[in-house]
T-cell receptor, first 109, second 113 residues
Framework: GNSVTQMEGPVTLSEEAFLTINCTYTATGYPSLFWYVQYPGEGLQLLLKATKADDKGSNKGFEATYRKETTSFHLEKGSVQVSDSAVYFCALRDDKIIFGKGTRLHILP | DAGITQSPRYKITETGRQVTLMCHQTWSHSYMFWYRQDLGHGLRLIYYSAAADITDKGEVPDGYVVSRSKTENFPLTLESATRSQTSVYFC????????????FGQGTRLTVV
């Protein structure tokens, strides 16, 4: 079946550092791909999405490109802030939504 | 209020008791989902529903029952709670499949003692 694998955390960075969180997927066909973010004590909220190959999703300085050749959807941000500290989930959508295990990001001031 | 709401937010119950977690959405979304979140496991799908009166098992359905008699409600029942069901439960809804994202509730923290 379809699945999502993302890098294990936690990831600790200093403010203004470059961020990459790796995500790869296994799927039949070309499902839509998503990154969700979860702040402490809250539910998940959509960060960005891409619906077809080579699409780039972007939001709040975060970007991810749907790479069919490498079955990847890596999350990047050029300069992280303390407020970006959260748990990030990569996901794909078929009939249901399948999530990776999440990556906890901690940004030091 | 528009959106998706879960109740209760916190619940403590005893082993062997039946407990129902409620989920209500105001958008008339066709799809609804129940996930549990545990450290080290991420989000695991318990059950989902593509429309009223249609439900399907997810990854970890054992010990749970769902129903969807109305589009806007998707209650999750633990028939006889066990300590292994201590978790944070999230409900979500989505307009359709394919390229649409899901919207999540705030979660219910359930403790089984």
């Amino acid at each position: 079946g379809n699945s999502v694998t993302q890098m294990e955390g936690p990831v600790t960075l200093s403010e203004e550092a470059f961020l990459t969180i790796n995500c790869t997927y296994t799927a039949t066909g070309y499902p839509s791909l998503f990154w969700y973010v979860q702040y402490p004590g809250e539910g998940l909220q959509l960060l960005l999405k891409a619906t077809k190959a080579d699409d780039k999703g972007s939001n709040k300085g975060f970007e991810a490109t749907y790479r069919k050749e490498t079955t990847s959807f890596h999350l990047e941000k050029g300069s992280v802030q303390v407020s970006d500290s959260a748990v990030y989930f990569c996901a794909l959508r078929d009939d249901k939504i399948i999530f990776g295990k999440g990556t906890r990001l901690h940004i030091l001031p | 209020d528009a959106g998706i709401t879960q109740s209760p937010r916190y619940k403590i119950t005893e082993t062997g008791r039946q407990v129902t977690l409620m989920c209500h959405q105001t958008w008339s979304h066709s799809y609804m989902f129940w996930y549990r979140q545990d450290l080290g496991h991420g989000l695991r799908l318990i059950y989902y529903s593509a429309a009223a009166d249609i439900t399907d098992k997810g990854e970890v359905p054992d010990g749970y029952v769902v129903s969807r008699s109305k589009t806007e409600n998707f209650p999750l029942t633990l028939e006889s709670a066990t300590r292994s069901q201590t978790s944070v439960y999230f409900c979500a809804s989505s307009d359709s499949r394919d390229n649409t994202e899901a919207f999540f509730g705030q979660g219910t923290r359930l403790t089984v003692v």
